[in-house]
């Protein structure tokens, strides 16, 4: 029970702060700028059938004058594929400015939630000791591993409560924007040279899965370095700087090799875009792989702040 009053008392205090609705407020914000966006922005798509065709026309064209790069070709096929697929069985791409088309494309706002929880995880720790108030924290008979879990669970817990804020808001707002056009109720992705058909709904579940296994890993690095450094400002500068500095780091050790990155945590990120060729990179690595990766990841960082937090001495 006192693990419960814990975890309760933690989540409190995250919503009693400004920084919790601030973030609130700019969810709402970016999802109602997006769907002003889609609507301004979204193609017409009456005559999606035409449309397609001429695309299918001018990616075998590509194809078959390409010289370029394997994966290029390869890339263009399986569009290629996906495009007469739809032509044969008539089923519509998610236009961004259609309901579903619009859920699927605000999932890209998990990002900016990825942003809010890093500088979450990266301060709840470590503004305890700016305040002055870990002392006061440990000075209760709990077990300092479970102060810490509760934290790192509060987090988590937050995270999970602004992506659903995120596929409810979407929804709704799709509905408003564009409640006369509902989209297509399919997905399509190629995987192992096949097309595969799969329900929207099923796509959306798998696509926030994926979001919330890349949330929970970045919460635990953050995590981590709020444990380490008692300075709230320094924890939530190096999480942020990591965090967005993930592409340069990989880009700078690809140059020397090119195996290296896929060891690396944040290039083992977004298993769902992986599964689907969503997000092509330039090492074969298989999902079962990336989410070994993680996991290894994931251990090792919670390890760490457990034990650096279980030894450290408060008064030092």
């Not at 299918?56 to 569009?79: H, N, R, T």
């Not at 089923?91 to 890093?118: H, W």
């Not at 300092?144 to 937050?158: A, E, G, M, P």
């Not at 190096?238 to 690396?264: C, E, M, T």
């Amino acid at each position: 029970m006192r693990g419960i009053h814990l975890l309760q008392n933690e989540i409190s205090k995250i919503y009693k702060r400004k920084t919790f609705w601030i973030m609130l407020g700019i969810l709402v914000a970016v999802t109602l700028l997006w769907a002003i966006i889609a609507m301004k922005t979204g193609s017409d798509h009456q005559n999606w059938q035409q449309s397609l065709q001429a695309q299918s026309q001018a990616e075998q064209s590509e194809i078959a004058k390409s010289d370029g790069d394997p994966e290029q070709v390869m890339d263009l096929k399986q569009q290629n594929a996906i495009t007469k697929y739809r032509l044969e069985h008539s089923i519509k791409p998610l236009y961004s400015n259609t309901v579903m088309g619009f859920v699927d494309s605000s999932a890209g706002i998990a990002s900016i939630i990825s942003i809010f929880i890093v500088i979450l995880g990266g301060s709840i720790v470590s503004q305890e000791y700016s305040w002055g108030t870990m002392k006061l924290l440990l000075i209760r008979p709990l077990h300092r591993w479970k102060i810490l879990l509760s934290k790192f669970v509060s987090v988590i817990i937050i995270g999970i409560f602004y992506l659903l804020i995120t596929f409810i808001l979407s929804f709704i707002i799709g509905l408003i924007f564009f409640g006369k056009d509902f989209g297509a109720t399919r997905f399509l992705y190629e995987h192992h040279n096949m097309v595969h058909d799969v329900s929207v709904f099923w796509h959306f579940l798998q696509l926030y899965a994926s979001n919330l296994v890349d949330l929970i890993v970045i919460t635990a690095f953050a995590f981590m370095l709020s444990t380490l450094f008692k300075s709230n400002a320094l924890a939530i500068a190096l999480s942020i700087a990591i965090y967005f500095g993930g592409s340069l780091i990989l880009g700078i050790i690809s140059a020397f090799n090119q195996q290296i990155p896929k060891y690396l945590f944040f290039f083992n990120m977004d298993l769902y875009g992986q599964y689907t060729n969503a997000g092509a990179s330039p090492v074969d690595t298989t999902v079962g792989f990336s989410a070994c990766v993680l996991a290894v990841y994931f251990i090792l960082f919670l390890l760490i702040a457990f034990l650096v937090f279980e030894k450290r001495d408060v008064a030092e």
